[in-house]
Antibody, heavy 119, light 108 residues
Framework: QVQLVQSGAEVKKPGSSVKLSCKASGGTLSSNAINWVRQAPGHGLQWMGRIIPSYGVAHYAQKFQGRITITADRSTGTAFVELNRLTSEDTAMYYC????????????WGQGTLLTVSS | EIVMTQFPDNLSVSPGERASLSCRASQSVSSHLAWYRQKPGQPPRLLIYGASTRTTGVPARFSGSGSGTQFTLTITSLQSEDFGVYFCHQYDTWPEDTFGGGTKVEIK
């Protein structure tokens, strides 16, 4: 059974950067995509990007191009998302999610990390 | 980007009644459509994938149908634990996935 455990809540100032982590255990993780999805308070889900750790190549939603970087450390089974030039609109719960091998729907989700951007 | 539109925004249903939730894609996503339910303070939980396949542990009262641009999630005989916000998710396009805005189901 795959488990995704995310890093703790963050408070950041506008204009700064944040790096969140998602540690995976169980399954053949290096071949599964780790996706990042965020949810602003009272709003829906927004796909941000993904990485397949064994390939090391990340793909991003157009909305975040230029200020997002997703990386993975295969040795620890951990994925990271870094978001730059933060604004108050980046205040949200950030989830990592992964499918079973060979799938693209999200079978497993992390518990979420709350990011608050405030001056 | 494929835009996913869900309706209604809110649905109030009595226990034992049937609930039908709709999801429409701005262009065809074939059967690459999943449904999730999210309860307050929790991450989403996968219910249906491939438009109509229930994932392990999901009760048979949940069924998904549709293909192309029109999809429906039906909950027959709604139970009190079925409250939450339901999201559809298209994963047909590469690399960008998109979600619908959600339908909030409350128990009357």
């Amino acid at each position: 059974q795959v488990q995704l455990v995310q890093s703790g809540a963050e408070v950041k100032k506008p204009g700064s950067s944040v790096k969140l982590s998602c540690k995976a255990s169980g399954g053949t993780l290096s071949s599964n995509a780790i996706n990042w999805v965020r949810q602003a308070p009272g709003h829906g889900l927004q796909w941000m990007g993904r990485i397949i750790p064994s390939y090391g190549v990340a793909h991003y939603a157009q909305k975040f191009q230029g200020r997002i970087t997703i990386t993975a450390d295969r040795s620890t089974g951990t994925a990271f998302v870094e978001l730059n030039r933060l604004t108050s609109e980046d205040t949200a719960m950030y989830y990592c999610a992964t499918p079973n091998l060979g799938s693209r729907h999200f079978d497993y989700w992390g518990q979420g990390t709350l990011l608050t951007v405030s001056s | 980007e494929i835009v996913m539109t869900q309706f209604p925004d809110n649905l109030s249903v009595s226990p034992g009644e049937r609930a039908s939730l709709s999801c429409r894609a701005s262009q065809s996503v074939s059967s690459h459509l999943a449904w999730y339910r999210q309860k307050p303070g929790q991450p989403p939980r996968l219910l249906i994938y491939g438009a109509s396949t229930r994932t392990t542990g999901v009760p048979a009262r949940f069924s998904g149908s549709g293909s192309g641009t029109q999809f429906t999630l039906t909950i027959t005989s709604l139970q009190s634990e079925d409250f939450g916000v339901y999201f559809c998710h298209q994963y047909d396009t590469w690399p960008e996935d998109t979600f619908g805005g959600g339908t909030k189901v409350e128990i009357k």
